[in-house]
């Protein structure tokens, strides 16, 4: 399979463009949900207000150690959370619902160990409904 260079290139743009739209629109939401002010992220983070600015405007990508540090200043300490929201297909509905949940848990007080628990606690449930009701299918399977 021939790709051209041009062809890389602009899906490589695109990309970027979807990319860097949602790492905005994350940590624009992260940081309303904080009720936390640009200038207070900026103090937290040491990350400028420019590229905060930039980054929420989608209008410049910024190095993942910006990434990173944003994140913790608004007490987000697992970079899953932030990539999947943010890195995945729009059809990865599962994985961006299960970091959906991980931040509201987060935010709402719960530890990573509480976090994981009602993580296990719904995978058990799913599974639960649709495994077989009686032992003996459950070996036919």
Known sequence: ???SKDTITNTANELEAK???????FFYN???????????????????????????????????ETIIRLALALGINDMNEVFSMTLLDDNK????DEAILRQYLSQT???????????YYINYVKYMQNA??????RIKK
Request: hydrophobic residues 40%.
């Open 30 to 64: 992260a940081r309303a949900d904080k009720n936390m002010s640009v200038r207070a992220l900026n103090t937290l983070s040491g990350v400028s207000v420019a590229v905060i600015s930039d980054l929420e405007n989608a209008k410049g990508m910024p190095r993942i």
């Open 132 to 137: 077989p009701s009686s032992p003996y299918e």
């Open 109 to 119: 007080g719960f530890n990573n160990s509480e976090i994981r628990q009602i993580q």
């Open 1 to 3: 399979m021939d790709i």
């Open 93 to 96: 509905t599962a994985v961006t």
């Open 19 to 25: 990319i860097l739209k949602r790492l905005g629109n």
